[in-house]
């Protein structure tokens, strides 16, 4: 259950300690070691200081913590050491759903990074979908070992901090960026398209798609919230689909069948924290998308 | 072998009639009949004079050649009595690969429908595509019998006509209508878009596509030739796919991975004797695509 | 000096009533009237009584009161009898400077007018430039009497709210619609065009254009306010200009001179208190444009 | 009168130089020393030797050669020593209609031009409009003598070649390029646009607009001919107008006054000899440009 920032500046250590124990892969002793710097004036603060802890280790200390995350696996064991914080991260990523040869090639990987780095694979799986998780493993495999090491850290930097907002709330909490929107124009009528329904897909690379988000276009063409708000949009290839079928039939005389019914828009996220606003412009006879602001 | 419309006005009766014997299904005495009007100065004139023959035959005689057509079937048998026109047209409507079930929808329609008018179910199928022969069947089904008599000699005509310019050569021949076309122009540098492949599908309903046509763009960003030219377009659902991956990855200088790759445009061919031309205006980030001319 | 709601409410009648006076041209004794009807809720509230005041009088007050209103003049005289509104009024709708042929037009108008209603011609000239004035008058001179009372009681329905938000201020003030907006995205770069100046001008009939607002574009491609809001846009036509050229010189690498510099774009304003948003999508060699939301 | 390349191959010497005398200016000896290469297959193929002749010249002789051209003058004197070429090509260019100012700055950079180089500024004015002849003249003011010297050679190789094709008729003529062309689509209804009046003008630096073509679009859509086609198209800013609103009250239903009228799209050319096809997409609340192939 999340606390606020006001009740964990209150709290006794050890109070503190089990608030945000597994912001870090068991290692309780980040946020024990933060714990003297209270009062933190806000979450982008209290990040920051539990971040300066992992730091100011040694070179052997920061090797053991890293040592206690998990591997990226794709089936999970009984006696698998997953937090929950990563079982439910991994699962989002689509990594409990892979095959027995993606399984295979990610056990091997994870030997093989183990032995060349000394400590497991580490990765924001949060910003990331199954296909960017495998193309970044196998870039991050051929790095140099001190490059690696900070990619592992800010990898880190970036999973304590979207499991801190998740941790924490009320006010002082940082802003999650990240978001996909829409919204659909008539051109041949020079109005918002209300009542469109709207669906975000996520595309593998061998062809499959999974349905993200879903809406319904309101009286000024847009859904009433974004498709993906205030949480990073996994890497990777996407597809939106406008169903215009239903407004034509609605809204618009045509003379005969339509030209256009759903209309898939495909498009790559490369920025997770980056905001995606794609919005389609039509008419019965035409269309036109970009990515817009 | 296709003759010239020259040689086939030079002909004796015996060699006229089997020329174009089986442009009307099991129907000889068509071309028999028109022989004497000849010479024919083009392929126009003499579709006219072979659709008059059997105009002005008595209602007997044209309930009795509407017979000689073949039901719509879904599997063929080997005592089918299929032209080898028939058969070529059929397989091209894609309705040598349907479902036992669909089998089973089209064998109760044309025992229904036979009882309904008297003559079997003929449709242009070359017209068509699977779902929209279906859709006929169905809508044609419920009409008045005057009505459906009509539009079955209608359908012949459209048979008929397309037969017979397969049937001739040279000369004279009458256009086919029918074309997709399309266009790829790089708005971000104000160029057409050369070397990228493109491709057409037919879509069905079920959800399955099957590639109808593909070409790599030249240097003024069109096909070399139409995805399609000179025929009906099959009545249905299509999506072309522009692959500007490769366009990006050769011509565009981009900072990052590219927002767009396979662009889909999917859309109703409800005129198959129209002209489908439908480019796409892009850049990285945004494109348009309109029925154009 | 505009005085709030509740000083207002708080007021004696002669204060109400000196606050209030010439909302209604010439017609103190509608406050006075509604004086008795206080405290009002908002500033709607406050307009429709003080509108059933008018409605509640005899025909033969009415067309006293109406007879209240000035002739809608070019060049105002000495003797003027207009209220320091209707002065304000007049010139922003251009009346101040027309031509002597347009004074005699007007001259004649008026006294056809008021020959024929038997009160003079009154618009809510805020929501008009000087050619839609000229149209309206025209438009009106051809009705029936009783439209046409109605129609001049509509239109000082209109004057007067406008009137009454210039007069208040604070909270419970009714919104006044009207806006012009623009948004200027760089589809080369998918990215917004911050820095670009933009101008919108009026256009007159003969081909002057008259400057209403500029402004810069923003980080996010938009002028930090809207060119016009919260005021009736005058109906008539109008030019924005995009001024593009520095935006390609200082963010965009052009192998040679640009395609494109000022894009100017007419369009008609038919409804003063509607919403146009006026994007511009472009690229170094394309551009497209819409009326948004 | 033109001539074809065949009477000209079979011409003596004294009509050969009498009809290609002033392709280059005041200077039938380049004539005279091509006329041994007879036969010429083309007319690039005599334009070749024509050019030879003068590039085997010695410098002297091309000095002399450059001085028999004449100063480019804004307000012609009746003792001018231009050809019949020289004063329409200059009239063309709107050199005959200059400003007071605009021939003291014109006269005051002959002066300094001979004085620098030694001969009088040669451009090709076909291929300018007024604007870029002056920027030019700044720009080669400033160069260095050996690299002005072939920049002038290379304009009279342009003037040649130009002059060339208004002297011959007939088969073998070289094809000249330069083409504005237009296209415009009705979006809302996928259809050409017919009958709506195009007027491409040409644009000063000082604001003027001077019509250079106009036409009707036919039924699909464009002029029945390129506005500017097979001449170079002078360097700098036009303005196409596109006159919609006839379209939108004939062809298209509106509930109210349109939202479009005339469209002005504001364009530059950089290119003589290039292909500026710029389509309009429209409907009655958007449109798009672009320049097209």
């Known amino acids: 259950?999340?606390?606020?920032?006001?009740?964990?500046?209150?709290?006794?250590?050890?109070?503190?300690?089990?608030?945000?124990?597994?912001?870090?892969?068991?290692?309780?002793?980040?946020?024990?070691?933060?714990?003297?710097?209270?009062?933190?004036?806000?979450?982008?603060?209290?990040?920051?200081?539990l971040v300066e802890v992992v730091a100011a280790q040694t070179p052997g200390q920061i090797t053991r913590f890293l040592n206690g995350h998990p591997d990226l696996v794709g089936r999970p064991s009984p006696g698998s050491p997953l937090t929950a914080h990563s079982a439910a991260e991994q699962k989002g990523a689509g990594l409990d759903a892979i095959t027995a040869a993606e399984a295979a090639r990610l056990s091997l990987w994870n030997r093989r990074y183990r032995e060349k780095f000394g400590f497991p694979f580490i990765i924001c799986v949060r910003r990331h979908g199954k296909d960017s998780i495998f193309a970044e493993f196998e870039r991050r495999l051929a790095r140099q070992p001190d490059v690696e090491l900070r990619a592992a850290l800010d990898e880190i930097g970036r999973i304590s901090a979207l499991r801190l907002v998740t941790t924490l709330c009320g006010p002082g909490m940082p802003k999650v960026y990240g978001k996909v929107s829409t919204h659909l124009l008539d051109n041949s009528r020079g109005l918002p398209a209300a009542g469109v329904p709207v669906q975000l897909l996520a595309l593998s690379a061998e062809g499959s798609a999974q349905l993200v988000a879903e809406a319904i276009t309101n009286h000024d063409g847009r859904p009433d919230a974004p498709l993906i708000d205030a949480r990073p949009i996994p890497i990777g290839w996407y597809e939106l689909r406008f169903f215009l079928g239903r407004h034509f039939a609605r809204d618009v005389p045509l003379s005969g069948p339509p030209f256009l019914d759903m209309v898939p828009v495909r498009f790559n996220v490369a920025e997770p924290e980056g905001h995606y606003h794609i919005p389609l412009l039509f008419t019965p006879w035409s269309y036109s998308t970009y990515r817009g602001s």
């Open 1 to 49: 259950m999340p606390v606020s920032l006001a009740d964990l500046n209150a709290m006794d250590r050890t109070g503190f300690v089990a608030a945000l124990g597994e912001v870090f892969e068991h290692a309780p002793w980040v946020a024990k070691a933060a714990y003297v710097r209270r009062p933190f004036a806000s979450g982008s603060a209290l990040h920051n200081a």
